[in-house]
């Protein structure tokens, strides 16, 4: 059982490698350990920068989100000095986010797969890769399995077994902050995205569609989110937000609630014989700027070029660099989100080191207010990779 290209995951990373590689003739099996209705119903993230929206739409992977997906160029910091409205998209290089919520992308790379003729196979969870054979073995309801491909494309995930086959540590960060995820059904309170700094703890906002809202707040890492019921969620959003100074927020059920870690990781390398790492796999970024998603869709693309530059017309160049191609981009996007988590989250307490941290903070925010260059190198990052 031979195949080419053998897909680990069916996330945005692997769909969208195993989309361009149909396009292109390559024979592929994406394995994915849950079933389509979890995959396509898992809400995660919804912010696609420029270049994911390029990559999507150069490769007919656009329909649905060029019919329903919003445009979004405004973010809002809300302190208790005021708002500080930064209108994004018309700075940098003037470029927007295009709003989509992830599980829509991922019905859509789905349907478009299977249309090219793509295998895709639910309820297959690989347990093992070995990088010199290729040989992928898993676990389904029949049993265990193996199969072969030429390369072995890891696309599973922050928490997969692919990685793990890569030699080398990935260097990795705790950044001692947590969120309670929400996804509320109600419209979205303010026009844009907000992020609110309070001396309780972070909270934000950010649109999904008509009537889903993501907000998240600040929790203590050992939260349970049973323990947050929905008047304490309100309760605190409403005072962290500061609505009394602005307007209500439009609240609806909570459909649903996690915890968060702000954690990040990245693969020394991400290649290693014939298994390539690609999306969370590759490098876990925490949510703070809505990169993971953009990371995911920019190293497919790379990795699906690279491979079918190999299999049509034996050039490897792309291929070899792999790693030295993405990893860069991928440590630009994790500097720019930790430099968001240190805006975002100030320590509470009045030892003198978390005054002096709090204070760089609003140092920070001033430089954005009174800056217009600071305010461009925050707009090219903010959407750029
Ligand atoms: N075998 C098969 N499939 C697996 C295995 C396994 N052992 N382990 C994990 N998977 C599957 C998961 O079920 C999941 O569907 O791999 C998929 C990985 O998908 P994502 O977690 O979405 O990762 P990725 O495609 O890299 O996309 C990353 O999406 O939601 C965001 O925060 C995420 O923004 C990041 C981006």
């Known amino acids: 059982d031979q195949v080419r290209v053998v897909i680990v995951g069916a996330g945005p990373a692997g769909l969208v490698l195993g989309n361009i590689l149909r396009a292109r003739g390559v024979d592929t099996l994406v394995l994915e350990r849950n079933s389509r209705e979890y995959v396509q119903n898992r809400a995660r993230a919804g912010f696609l920068g420029v270049h994911s929206v390029r990559v999507l739409t150069e490769h007919g992977l656009a329909g649905g989100l060029l019919r329903a997906g919003r445009s ?6 809300r302190t208790g000095e005021g708002e500080l409205t930064l209108y994004y998209g018309q700075l940098g290089r003037g470029e927007s986010h295009v709003v989509y919520p992830q599980q829509d992308l991922v019905t859509d790379l789905v349907a478009s797969y299977l249309d090219r003729g793509g295998e895709l196979r639910f309820g297959v969870a690989v347990t093992d890769v070995d990088p010199a054979t290729g040989t992928v073995r898993y676990r389904d309801s029949f049993g265990a399995g193996e199969v072969t491909g030429r390369f072995v494309a890891g696309c599973d995930g922050g928490h997969g077994v692919t990685r793990q086959a890569v030699p080398g540590r990935p260097a990795t960060r705790d950044h001692g902050v947590s969120w309670l995820a929400v996804l509320a059904a109600a419209p979205q309170s303010m026009a844009a995205v907000t992020y609110a700094l309070h001396d309780r703890g972070f909270a934000g906002h950010m649109a999904r569609g008509p009537q889903v809202t993501r907000y998240y707040l600040q929790v203590q890492a050992d939260d349970e989110p049973s323990a947050w019921t929905e008047e304490r969620i309100w309760t605190a959003l409403g005072e962290r937000m500061r609505v009394g100074e602005y307007w209500p927020l439009r609240t609806g059920p909570v459909t649903e609630r996690r915890i968060v870690h702000l954690r ?3 693969a020394s390398r991400l290649q290693h014989g014939r298994l390539f790492l690609a999306g969370d796999a ?14 995911a869709i920019m190293a497919a693309e790379v990795l699906a070029r690279g491979i079918t530059d190999v299999l049509t017309r034996d050039d490897e160049r792309v291929l070899a660099a792999y790693s030295r191609t993405c990893l860069p981009r991928i440590w630009r996007a994790q500097e720019f989100s930790h430099w968001m988590i240190e805006l975002l989250h100030a320590p509470a307490g009045d030892d003198p080191d978390i005054g002096f941290r709090r204070s760089l903070r609003r140092a920070r925010l001033d430089s954005l207010r009174d800056s217009r260059a600071h305010q461009d190198f925050f707009a090219e990052n903010y959407v750029g990779i």
Do not use: D, M, W
């Open 72 to 77: 979004h160029g405004t973010c809002v910091f």
């Open 264 to 266: 990040s990781a990245v």
């Open 282 to 295: 590759a490098s876990l970024i925490s949510p703070s700027a809505a990169k993971g998603a953009n990371l």
